[in-house]
């Protein structure tokens, strides 16, 4: 990875990476490092460790290999883990192959980009700029696997711990609507609704569910439809993004980024 100008601290992008295995997270670290646009956590190879730290730090950006030591699937728990601890933090899946089971689960975790290991390094820093400026990271191959779960018929059942309904029926609506692929101006047509009135269906249903996207919207739908976790002291307070921020995803989709 070529060395580049050191940025002031304040501007590097804040990193926390968990690899495989604690070398390889070591290397991981020390290659990421070297280039002056980045601030790397210290290393960590625990499951709780690196929640904590992730709590503590509030990195940018997290870099979780899917494989976890002896725990071929480890990477998908800590991410929600992550999430829950620190939601202002975006992951980005290491998987060892691109593959469709492991890309649809990467993103139903609440990933904004996978990167496999085949992938040139120089790849790894590109990655971890767009998903950092609210990109999302796939291949056009990758993308694909997710267009076509998103195709597949779905029960949409959003229930708490309680088993009561998160959403209204009008919710219910708006996010199948959604799940479609409309805008907010088709679906205020098809509901009989002002655009404005969707917009503000949507911030709510982004609230509800603890998400910042439509496209998380429709990732919650495609996963276990399991409760979000609770929201953290951290969700409360600075690291959480504001109104104004969320409004504005409502009203505009998120760009994907095609690795080439």
């Not at 990109?135 to 696997?145: D, K, N, P, Y």
């Not at 195709?151 to 059942?157: D, G, K, L, Q």
């Not at 504001?242 to 409004?247: G, V």
Request: aromatic share 4%; hydrophobic share 40%; glycine share 4%.
């Amino acid at each position: 990875m070529a060395q580049l100008t050191s940025f002031p601290l304040s501007d590097r992008i804040r990193v926390l990476a968990a690899d495989n295995t604690a070398m390889n997270t070591q290397l991981l670290v020390d290659a990421l490092s070297r280039d002056g646009q980045f601030a790397m956590s210290a290393p960590a190879c625990i499951g709780n460790e690196i929640v904590a730290m992730a709590k503590r730090e509030h990195p940018h950006v997290a870099l979780i290999s899917a494989r976890q030591g002896n725990d071929s699937r480890g990477g998908f728990m800590l991410s929600r883990e992550i999430r829950s601890a620190s939601p202002s933090t975006r992951v980005i899946m290491l998987l060892d192959a691109s593959e469709r089971t492991p890309v649809i689960e990467a993103f139903r975790c609440g990933a904004r980009g996978v990167f496999c290991r085949t992938e040139p390094l120089k790849l790894l820093a590109k990655s971890i700029r767009c998903v950092h400026d609210g990109q999302i990271w796939a291949s056009s191959t990758e993308l694909q696997f997710v267009l076509e779960a998103m195709a597949e018929p779905v029960t949409m059942s959003f229930m708490n711990a309680n088993g009561q309904s998160l959403l209204s029926a009008r919710e219910l609506d708006v996010v199948r609507c959604v799940a479609e692929g409309l805008s907010n101006r088709e679906i205020a047509q098809r509901l009989s609704l002002r655009e404005h009135t969707v917009k503000n269906y949507l911030f709510r249903i982004f609230d509800k569910l603890g998400v910042s996207s439509r496209v998380e919207v429709v990732l919650y739908a495609l996963g276990s439809n399991q409760p979000p976790a609770a929201k953290t002291e951290a969700a409360s307070n600075s690291e959480k993004q504001n109104p104004a921020d969320l409004k504005a995803r409502a009203a505009s989709s998120v760009r994907l980024i095609r690795q080439q």
